[in-house]
C-alpha cells in the first residue's frame, strides 16, 4: 500500500505563490488542514489566500481548499495544472483533483483510504460491481513527477486515533515545505482538539517519520477488490393468486414498479428483471398472497430473468 | 406450581444470513383463508408483523397462546395455528389473565381492536395494566367499528364521518397509549403498518418485556372508514399513515394526517415494576409457606 517517489528539490517555488491544493471527503478535516497551512503561511510574513467548498460534511461529500500563499497573491484559486502539492485525504478525491498539479515539478500526496460512496454503485444487487477509481497506487505514483501514498487510516488506527489520518498526511506535507518544523509544532495545538492534542503530535511525528523510512517492497495489489465469481440475487416471488383482494398496495408500494393488476384483478410481475427481492410487496400484503424467496448464485447460474414467477 | 414461561431472547441478525426464513404459511391456517378482512385492511399486514416477530423469538407454537375479542382483530386469532381463544366482546384482556394465571409457562397475546379494548373492555384494559401481569396487548387502531357497519368508535378523529356521526364527530378521540401508560402498562408502543419490520421490532421488543405490554398498532379501514371520509385508496391510507406520525425523537414530516395530530411513534414507554404472577406467587408462599 505505503509508495513514495522523491524529487530532490523542494517544491516552494522561488518567484510566484505557492499554491497547494488540498481534497477530500466531507468529515475528514480538509478545512483544518487548510487553516493550520494558512496561518503558519501568515507566521511567515506571507500573503495567504484560501477559498474553499465547505458543508459537505454532512453528506460525505467532495471538499476541496485552495491555498495560495506567496510575497504577493490576487487570485483565490488554483488554475489547472498549477498545484504545487495536491493532498488527498482520500484515494479517489487526490486522483480526481490530479489534474490540476504542475506537470514537471509537483508533488501529490494522498491517504490510500478508499471510502466508496453509494452512487459509485449503480446495481443494487448483491456484490454489485462499482465505479470507483479502478488505478493501482503504483500506477499514479509512476504517472506523477513526485508522489508520497502513506496508509495514513492504517497509521492513525494503530496510534489509537482514525481521525488523526489527516495530521499523518499534514506530517508528510510538512517534509515537502520549506517551514521549519518548530512552526508546524506550534501551530498544531491551535487547531485541534485539546483532548487529542497528545494523538495528533504523535501523529504528526509519525508523517515526517513514514517519509524518511526505505520504501516498502511494492505488493501486487488489485486496485478494488472483486468478488472472485460475481454473486447475483435470484429472486422468485410466489404469488396465491385466489387469495388476492385487488387492494393495490403492492403496486403502488414495489420501489421499481414491477407489479401490476391483470385482467382478472390480481396481482403479476410484470417487469422480471427490474424486481431486486426487497420483500416490500411480501411485508405490505395484508392478505398475504405474495412470498419472496431469494438466492444468491454465481453469476453464470442466473437465468435470463432474475426474477421469477410462480403462480400457485 | 407451574414454572413462568422461558425469558425470551431478540435474536442477533447473523451475517450470513445462515438464519432460517421466516414463512408466514408455516404459522396459518391454510384452510380458512383467503380470510375474510377487507381488500387493503392494514390488520393483515400487523397479523404478519406479530407473526415474525414470534418467529424471530422462536416461540414455539405450543407454547402460544392468542386470545382474541370481538370485532375485524377479534378473528385474526382463528387464522393463526397456535392455542387460539375467540373471546366475547371487550373481554379479551380479562380471559387471558385467567389463563395467564392459571399457564404461566403460555406466552400469552391478546389481539384486541379500538372498539373491544377501549370501549367495551375499557375497564379490563386499565386493570390489567394496573396488575402488571405478564401479558402483550397488540390493539390495531383504525378508529372505527368495521365489522358492525362502521359506528363511532373511542378512537375516531374530530371531524370523521362514521355513519352513527354523519356530520362529523365531535367526541375528542383517546389517546390509547397514554391511557394505558397512565394505568401502569410497563411497556407502552406504537407503530404503523406501513414501517413493517419497525412494528415487528416493537412487537418483539413487547414480548421479551416482563410485565404488560401495550402496542397500539395504527391500522386502516379502507372500505368503510376510508371511503366514508374520502382518505383515498388503500394504498394512499397507509402512506397518510405514515404521514400523520412522529417518529420519536426523529423527523417532523407532517402533512394530510390519517390521524390528526402528531402521534408519537416507537416505543413511547418502558418501566420496571413487579410483574403480577411472580409477585402473587411469592405472597402465597409467605401466607400460605408453601
Given at each position: 500500500m505505503n509508495a513514495k517517489k522523491k524529487s530532490a528539490k523542494s517544491v516552494v517555488a522561488v518567484s510566484g505563490p505557492t499554491n497547494v491544493l488540498i481534497v477530500g471527503v466531507g468529515g475528514q478535516g480538509v478545512i483544518m488542514v487548510s487553516k493550520i497551512l494558512a496561518r503558519l503561511s501568515q507566521m511567515q510574513g506571507l500573503q495567504v489566500k484560501q477559498s474553499e467548498v465547505h458543508g459537505m460534511a454532512k453528506r460525505g461529500g467532495s471538499v476541496f481548499s485552495h491555498i495560495r500563499f506567496g510575497e504577493e497573491v490576487w487570485s483565490p484559486t488554483i488554475p489547472m495544472g498549477e498545484a504545487d502539492v495536491v493532498l488527498g485525504l482520500e484515494w479517489a478525491e487526490g486522483l480526481r483533483w490530479l489534474r490540476y498539479l504542475k506537470p514537471g515539478s509537483g508533488t501529490f500526496i494522498s491517504d490510500t483510504k478508499r471510502i466508496v460512496p453509494p452512487f459509485s454503485c449503480r446495481d443494487r444487487h448483491h456484490d454489485a460491481l462499482h465505479g470507483y477509481a479502478h488505478h493501482t497506487v503504483a500506477e499514479i505514483v509512476k504517472q506523477v513527477p513526485s508522489a508520497y501514498a502513506p496508509n495514513a487510516t492504517g497509521m492513525a488506527i494503530e496510534l489509537?486515533?482514525?481521525?488523526v489520518a489527516n495530521t499523518i498526511l499534514l506530517g508528510v506535507l510538512s517534509t515537502v515545505m520549506d517551514f521549519p518544523a518548530e512552526d508546524w509544532l506550534q501551530v498544531l495545538p491551535e487547531f485541534v482538539p485539546p483532548k487529542t492534542l497528545e494523538t495528533n503530535l504523535k501523529a504528526f511525528e509519525a508523517g515526517r517519520h513514514w517519509t524518511t523510512q526505505p520504501p516498502v517492497p511494492e505488493v501486487q495489489e488489485q486496485a478494488v477488490p472483486q468478488p472472485q465469481a460475481p454473486m447475483r440475487r435470484q429472486v422468485s416471488l410466489e404469488i396465491t393468486g385466489e387469495w388476492c383482494k385487488s387492494c393495490d398496495i403492492c403496486v403502488k408500494m414495489c420501489p421499481e414498479r414491477c407489479l401490476a393488476l391483470d385482467d382478472h384483478q390480481i396481482v403479476e410481475l410484470v417487469k422480471p428483471n427490474a424486481c431486486t427481492g426487497c420483500r416490500v410487496c411480501e411485508w405490505l400484503c395484508p392478505d398475504f398472497v405474495i412470498a419472496v424467496h431469494v438466492d444468491v448464485v454465481p453469476l453464470e447460474a442466473v437465468s435470463a430473468d432474475t426474477t421469477t414467477e410462480v403462480r400457485i | 406450581m407451574v414454572e413462568s414461561a422461558m425469558p425470551l431472547k431478540i435474536r442477533q441478525k447473523s451475517v450470513d444470513g445462515a438464519r432460517d426464513e421466516f414463512e408466514i404459511r408455516d404459522y396459518l391456517r391454510l384452510d380458512l383463508f383467503p380470510h375474510f378482512l377487507c381488500p387493503g385492511c392494514g390488520h393483515g399486514i400487523a397479523l404478519r408483523a406479530l407473526l415474525w416477530a414470534i418467529h424471530d423469538l422462536d416461540i414455539e407454537k405450543d407454547q402460544l397462546a392468542i386470545v382474541s375479542g370481538i370485532g375485524c382483530s377479534g378473528r385474526l386469532s382463528a387464522y393463526v395455528d397456535a392455542n387460539t381463544f375467540h373471546t366475547t366482546h371487550g373481554r379479551p384482556l380479562a380471559f387471558a389473565a385467567g389463563l395467564k394465571l392459571a399457564r404461566p409457562d403460555l406466552h400469552v397475546i391478546v389481539i384486541t381492536g379500538d372498539g373491544d379494548c377501549l370501549a367495551i373492555g375499557g375497564n379490563h384494559l386499565i386493570h390489567a395494566a394496573r396488575r402488571n401481569l405478564d401479558i402483550t396487548c397488540i390493539m390495531m387502531n383504525n378508529e372505527v367499528y368495521g365489522m358492525t357497519g362502521g359506528q363511532v368508535s373511542p378512537t375516531t378523529s374530530l371531524d370523521r364521518f362514521t355513519t352513527t356521526t354523519p356530520m362529523g364527530n365531535q367526541e375528542p378521540g383517546f389517546d390509547a397509549c397514554a391511557l394505558a401508560k397512565g394505568a401502569g402498562a410497563t411497556f407502552v408502543g406504537r407503530e404503523v403498518t406501513l414501517q413493517t419490520t419497525a412494528l415487528k421490532n416493537l412487537m418483539q421488543e413487547g414480548l421479551v418485556h416482563k410485565g404488560f405490554s401495550f402496542v397500539e398498532v395504527i391500522s386502516d379501514c379502507t372500505e368503510i372508514y376510508g371511503r366514508k371520509n374520502d382518505l383515498g385508496s388503500s394504498p394512499e391510507m397507509v402512506l397518510s399513515q405514515k404521514r400523520s406520525v412522529l417518529p420519536r425523537f426523529d423527523g417532523t414530516a407532517v402533512d394530510k394526517p390519517f390521524r390528526a395530530g402528531n402521534w408519537e411513534t416507537g416505543i413511547l414507554s418502558r418501566q420496571e415494576r413487579p410483574e403480577y404472577y411472580s409477585a402473587y406467587r411469592a405472597h402465597c408462599h409467605k401466607v400460605l409457606g408453601k
Open positions: 489509537g486515533n482514525e481521525r | -
